[in-house]
């Protein structure tokens, strides 16, 4: 119960301010100690509700689809400025906070540095020719799941995507257009800003993606 009231301390308070909630306000908010708060966020870090500073274990570097460093999107809402971890967190974040009627997602192409912007809400897909490309397939997001955040990254097209494959001698990974990254990411955290959230398991997961029209086994699925 007290790692639980944590998650959810720490979820509500990034969604109103942006900013991870610290030892002391996730405290006073849940009525714990700093000593229980402190043996949560080590619980709520092993069941992956949450990622911390591997040299600060008071420091919430991630709760998905939030993050408190910069990752090359910045999500901005009416009266708040979010870091999203990731194209899929930052596509996210309008769904998962219903209140907001849209967002302005922002970032660069990392072949070619080209701004891009886009108006997403929970409606319908944001218009463009963008790609996103994921660099690190599902059965391994979490062997180093900041790596795989910066690299779930959005492109100007294919070609930026080629070009940055070659430069840095990475292995392509999975392209979708804007419209699956929206769908993709359109329930995937749904539920996570109320008391008793379960995350996915693997098979869920699988079903999830196949639902969104993923395919491969990329995402642990079949081609057709």
Partial sequence: MAAEDVRLAVYKGFARTGQAPQTDTLAATTGLSTDEVRSALEQLHGSRDIVLDPSDRERIVMAHPFSSIPMHFSVMGPDTLWWGGCAWDSFAIPHLLEWLPEVLVATRCPFCATPHAWTVTAKEPPQ??????????????????????ENQRLFCSVDCVEGWLERTGQQRGYVMDLGTLWRLARGWYAGRLSHGYQRRDPASAAAYFASVGLRGPFWGLPED
């Fill in 128 to 149: 463009g020719n963008q790609v996103a490309h994921f660099l690190t397939p599902a059965d391994h997001v979490w062997d180093n799941v900041i790596h795989t955040c």
